[in-house]
């Protein structure tokens, strides 16, 4: 079994020290294969915060692949914004902005969705729709084939349509067809998941799964800090399982409040689908 642990949104400036520590628990509990942070890692891409977030990652001790979100560009420092918007990300993290894991069976490809000069609106180019595509095509078998982003491709209600990622129309339909098993986000600090067969796909399907926030108090509409764990069985590569864990005040723990198991679309003919337009 590949287990991977998904968060978000920890916004280090604002996280709360008993909800860190007991995602510290889970993890070692868990003993995940990997760590997958998608984005809004500070809360104002401050030096200090993000060495607070990269000592947290080490605690966590597993493999990991981080990718900055749009708090993670410097809000008010406006010559570091145009020229050097994720300086202080690359210092804690790498220079890489769209780390990728590959191994036998665990396919993960990150995307950088901020732009210097959006503030809070998330973008998908072409280009990065294709490359995404090209890479998924020459997945391996029984490997599941994960996406990251952190603006989300699909929201729940009319609400937060405001917060969809420019270009999530193209590539859920480009890496649906491409054999994208799961596609996973944040921003939004709004925990769900959904099986979409995106418009144009020619019938394939792609999970979606939205991690809320992991230790921060920016919580929103009384959902409390949450993760996501996403398990994958080599004994049937056609299917995985996503867990939803919640902090859960009272207890001083993460506990497992909902788990779905999603079969996986695997089909192996598929026509070669025609890049986005440019």
Same mark, same amino acid.
């Given at each position: 079994? $590949?287990?991977?642990?998904?968060?978000?949104?920890?916004?280090?400036?604002?996280?709360?020290?008993?909800?860190?520590? %007991?995602?510290?628990?889970?993890?070692?509990? =868990?003993?995940?294969?990997?760590?997958?942070?998608?984005?809004?890692? $500070?809360?104002?891409?401050?030096? *200090?915060?993000?060495?607070?977030?990269?000592?947290?990652?080490?605690?966590?001790?597993?493999?990991?692949?981080?990718?900055?979100?749009?708090?993670?560009?410097?809000?008010?420092?406006?010559?570091?914004?145009?020229?050097?918007?994720?300086?202080?990300?690359?210092?804690?993290?790498? *220079?890489?902005?769209?780390?990728?894991?590959?191994?036998?069976?665990?396919?993960?490809?990150?995307?950088?969705?901020?732009?210097?000069?959006?503030?809070?609106?998330?973008?998908?180019? %072409? !280009?990065?729709?294709?490359?995404?595509?090209?890479? =998924?095509?020459?997945?391996?078998?029984?490997?599941?084939?994960?996406?990251?982003?952190?603006?989300?491709?699909?929201?729940?209600?009319?609400?937060?349509?405001?917060?969809?990622?420019?270009?999530?129309?193209?590539? =859920?339909?480009?890496?649906?067809? %491409?054999?994208?098993?799961? %596609?996973?986000?944040?921003?939004?600090?709004?925990?769900?998941?959904?099986?979409? $067969?995106?418009?144009?796909?020619?019938?394939?399907?792609?999970?979606?799964?939205?991690?809320? $926030?992991?230790?921060?108090?920016?919580?929103?509409?009384?959902?409390?800090?949450?993760?996501?764990?996403?398990?994958?069985?080599?004994?049937?590569?056609?299917?995985?399982?996503?867990?939803?864990?919640?902090?859960?005040?009272?207890?001083?723990?993460?506990?497992?409040?909902?788990?779905?198991?999603?079969?996986?679309?695997?089909?192996?003919?598929?026509?070669?689908?025609?890049?986005? !337009?440019?």
């Amino acid at each position: 079994m $590949t287990t991977l642990l998904h968060l978000s949104d920890t916004h280090f400036g604002t996280e709360q020290a008993p909800v860190v520590e %007991a995602l510290v628990r889970l993890s070692r509990d =868990l003993a995940p294969d990997l760590l997958v942070l998608s984005g809004d890692v $500070t809360q104002r891409a401050y030096r *200090e915060q993000f060495a607070a977030a990269r000592q947290f990652v080490d605690r966590l001790g597993v493999p990991r692949l981080v990718i900055p979100g749009n708090h993670d560009i410097p809000l008010f420092n406006g010559f570091a914004r145009l020229l050097f918007p994720y300086g202080n990300f690359r210092r804690a993290f790498g *220079e890489v902005l769209e780390p990728v894991h590959d191994s036998a069976n665990l396919l993960v490809l990150c995307v950088k969705t901020t732009r210097r000069l959006r503030h809070i609106e998330g973008q998908v180019s %072409a !280009a990065q729709i294709e490359r995404v595509a090209v890479r =998924l095509r020459s997945a391996r078998p029984g490997q599941l084939r994960v996406v990251v982003v952190h603006q989300p491709l699909h929201v729940e209600g009319d609400a937060e349509k405001k917060h969809l990622l420019r270009g999530h129309e193209a590539a =859920l339909q480009h890496w649906a067809e %491409a054999g994208a098993d799961v %596609a996973i986000g944040g921003h939004i600090h709004l925990p769900y998941m959904r099986e979409l $067969t995106p418009t144009g796909a020619a019938g394939a399907r792609i999970v979606v799964a939205q991690a809320g $926030t992991a230790v921060s108090n920016r919580v929103r509409r009384g959902v409390p800090n949450s993760v996501n764990v996403i398990r994958h069985f080599a004994a049937d590569a056609g299917q995985c399982v996503i867990d939803r864990w919640d902090y859960v005040a009272e207890r001083g723990a993460f506990e497992c409040i909902e788990s779905r198991r999603f079969s996986l679309d695997r089909p192996r003919a598929r026509q070669q689908p025609q890049a986005p !337009a440019r």
